[in-house]
T-cell receptor, first 113, second 116 residues
Framework: DGGITQSPKYLFRKEGQNVTLSCEQNLNHDAMYWYRQDPGQGLRLIYYSQIVNDFQKGDIAEGYSVSREKKESFPLTVTSAQKNPTAFYLC????????????FGSGTRLTVV | SQKIEQNSEALNIQEGKTATLTCNYTNYSPAYLQWYRQDPGRGPVFLLLIRENEKEKRKERLKVTFDTTLKQSLFHITASQPADSATYLCALDVLDRGSTLGRLYFGRGTQLTVWP
């Protein structure tokens, strides 16, 4: 079955550490996205990518970095520069067209300890 | 400033009734509007998409309307069931300038509870 796999489901980070969240899709979608969700807030866009080796900052990119070396993979690194990283992180993919919605992964919950 | 407001953080209705959720926006010019369902601890699931030149879209028990003059979308679930209980998210698909790729901007969601 096609879909998006995010791992790990739960992640704990110590102060000052960088952590990387994995996102893999087998839907042959060109575009991939990272969103952050906090309680009582809408999803906010961190980074997105339309093609391999190219990506753009979203609305809250500070303290995050991404890479897109393969079409199937779009990992997100939460760096120590991100001052409030505790949140639910969602990866999504889509066709580069507007007849389709996004397909989301099941999310990674990151907690700073 | 740009805003997406989903009226009513929570909506409680009796099974069998029609649930109506509202999405209002300001200072956006969306080409498309989408609705998603999200269950606790899970990623959103795409439900319906409606284009700016469409007034209404239906899918089984779901109906979406889109009024670009009022800057409003209504999302209806007819013959609601307890299994419909979830958070429903409105999302505006806005084209990036000079790009073929749109970006989705999400509202905070409305939590729907359908009681037997």
């Amino acid at each position: 079955d096609g879909g998006i796999t995010q791992s790990p489901k739960y992640l704990f980070r110590k102060e000052g550490q960088n952590v990387t969240l994995s996102c893999e899709q087998n839907l042959n979608h060109d575009a991939m996205y990272w969103y952050r969700q906090d309680p009582g807030q809408g999803l906010r866009l961190i980074y997105y990518s339309q093609i391999v080796n190219d990506f753009q900052k979203g609305d809250i990119a500070e303290g995050y970095s991404v890479s897109r070396e393969k079409k199937e993979s779009f990992p997100l690194t939460v760096t120590s520069a991100q001052k409030n990283p505790t949140a639910f992180y969602l990866c999504a993919s889509s066709m580069v067209a507007h007849n389709y919605g996004y397909t989301f992964g099941s999310g990674t919950r990151l907690t700073v300890v | 400033s740009q805003k997406i407001e989903q009226n009513s953080e929570a909506l409680n209705i009796q099974e069998g009734k029609t649930a109506t959720l509202t999405c209002n926006y300001t200072n956006y010019s969306p080409a498309y509007l989408q609705w998603y369902r999200q269950d606790p601890g899970r990623g959103p699931v795409f439900l319906l998409l409606i284009r700016e030149n469409e007034k209404e879209k239906r899918k089984e028990r779901l109906k979406v309307t889109f009024d670009t003059t009022l800057k409003q979308s209504l999302f209806h679930i007819t013959a609601s069931q307890p299994a419909d209980s979830a958070t429903y998210l409105c999302a505006l698909d806005v084209l990036d300038r000079g790009s073929t790729l749109g970006r989705l901007y999400f509202g905070r969601g409305t939590q729907l509870t359908v009681w037997p």
